[in-house]
């Protein structure tokens, strides 16, 4: 169980500071754009308070034109950069910041993808056989129908062990007195409940060791 909970935080880690990583070079770059862009208009127009002092709502209109010029040149300088070299492999900032809206969009799936891996792997490490032919068999039966349907992965497991091997139990497959309290008579549905609260316990703890190691790594974006 511990190894399965190092290994899926770890993909999970690798996979959001893959995804982090383009959020940080572009928040970088387009923080960068917006001092260029406020330095900018404050060259070219004085501060509202000394072109109209005393006037409230000729410095609150005046704001308004300085915030018009300001989002214009900030336009202008992220327009005029879009080819420029942001990351430390080259990428541009435009394909950056594509790059992190798709990998936004696709980070759940990946995840999702994981967490399968994940429970195909905690399936083997509960069973007294991983190699055991059924067992295989229903995990590769699994695995396949998984790519059409939106059901998770152990209840796919259980259906298709159950198609597979319609007069036999699985509890023979999972039942350990030395590791576990499953009895050997246990039923497919309270062998399925077993398996649902041990991935439930390994998310658990893998959320926290994610947790702590994004904290230990001091993972953000920049303001």
Same mark, same amino acid.
């Given at each position: 169980?511990?190894?399965?909970?190092?290994? $899926?935080?770890?993909?999970?880690? /690798?996979?959001? /500071?893959?995804?982090?990583?383009?959020?940080? $070079?572009?928040?970088?770059?387009?923080?960068?754009?917006?001092?260029?862009?406020?330095?900018?208009?404050?060259?070219? $127009? %004085?501060?509202?308070?000394?072109?109209?002092?005393?006037?409230?709502?000729?410095?609150?209109?005046?704001?308004?034109?300085? =915030? #018009?010029f300001y989002s214009d040149r900030l336009a202008r300088l992220l327009d005029?950069?879009? #080819?420029?070299?942001?990351?430390?492999?080259?990428?541009?900032? @435009?394909?950056?910041? =594509?790059?992190? +809206?798709?990998?936004? +969009?696709? *980070?759940?799936?990946?995840?999702?993808?994981?967490?399968?891996?994940?429970?195909?792997?905690?399936?083997?490490? *509960?069973?007294?056989? %991983?190699?055991?032919?059924? /067992?295989?068999?229903a995990i590769a039966e699994a695995q396949r129908r998984k790519l059409s349907?939106?059901?998770?992965?152990?209840?796919?497991?259980?259906?298709?062990?159950?198609? @597979?091997?319609?007069?036999?139990? *699985?509890? %023979? /497959? $999972?039942?350990?007195?030395?590791?576990?309290?499953?009895?050997?008579?246990?039923?497919?549905?309270?062998?399925?409940?077993?398996?649902?609260?041990?991935?439930?316990?390994?998310?658990?703890?893998?959320?926290?060791?994610?947790?702590?190691?994004?904290?230990?790594?001091?993972?953000?974006?920049?303001?």
């Open positions: 169980m511990r190894a399965l909970v190092s290994i $899926f935080a770890a993909l999970l880690i /690798l996979i959001s /500071l893959y995804q982090l990583s383009f959020t940080w $070079f572009v928040n970088s770059h387009e923080k960068a754009m917006k001092e260029k862009a406020m330095q900018q208009t404050r060259r070219a $127009f %004085p501060a509202a308070s000394a072109k109209y002092a005393g006037n409230p709502e000729a410095q609150a209109a005046y704001k308004d034109s300085l =915030e #018009d005029s950069t879009k #080819d420029t070299k942001i990351t430390w492999w080259g990428q541009s900032y @435009q394909k950056a910041k =594509e790059s992190e +809206l798709l990998l936004g +969009l696709d *980070l759940q799936g990946g995840i999702n993808v994981t967490l399968d891996v994940a429970l195909e792997g905690l399936i083997k490490g *509960l069973a007294n056989n %991983p190699k055991d032919p059924p /067992l295989q068999k349907s939106d059901d998770n992965f152990i209840n796919l497991f259980v259906a298709s062990y159950e198609a @597979q091997n319609p007069d036999a139990k *699985l509890a %023979p /497959l $999972f039942a350990n007195t030395n590791k576990n309290k499953l009895s050997i008579s246990a039923s497919n549905s309270t062998v399925q409940a077993f398996i649902r609260d041990q991935a439930n316990a390994a998310m658990r703890q893998t959320f926290q060791v994610l947790t702590k190691r994004i904290d230990k790594f001091g993972v953000s974006q920049p303001n």
